[in-house]
């Protein structure tokens, strides 16, 4: 059974950095491309940043383009997303989650972890 369990979340104050891990277990994950969304209060669940587990393929969502990072350790199974030059507008809980690269949507998901920034 596929896990996800994210870590590294906290409180920074605006500029500051935090890196979130996210460990993956319960299957192989080559194939998989293994996601980063974010969801604040009172807002829609959004995409944040992806990286394909066997190529390190990566993607991200305009507003944090050249802030944040998304990379994988392939021998420790853990994905992570370093976040630099925070804002108070990304304050939310951030979700790992996986999907095939042959299906659309991403069906395993983590419990989260709360990410508080300050100004």
């Known amino acids: 059974q596929v896990q996800l369990v994210e870590s590294g979340g906290g409180s920074v104050q605006a500029g500051g950095s935090l890196r979130l891990s996210c460990a993956a277990s319960?299957?192989?994950?080559?194939?998989?491309?293994m996601g980063w969304f974010r969801q604040a209060p009172g807002k829609e669940r959004e995409f944040v940043a992806s990286?394909?587990?066997?190529?390190?393929?990566?993607a991200y969502v305009d507003s944090v383009k050249g802030r944040f990072a998304v990379s994988r350790d392939n021998a420790k199974r853990t994905v992570y997303l370093q976040m630099n030059s925070l804002k108070p507008e990304d304050t939310a809980v951030y979700y790992c989650?996986?999907?095939?690269?042959?299906?659309?949507?991403?069906?395993?998901w983590g419990q989260g972890t709360q990410v508080t920034v300050s100004s």
């Open positions: 989650a996986c999907r095939s690269v042959f299906q659309r949507d991403y069906d395993y």
């Open positions: 319960g299957r192989s994950f080559n194939g998989y491309i």
């Open positions: 990286i394909t587990w066997s190529g390190g393929s990566t």
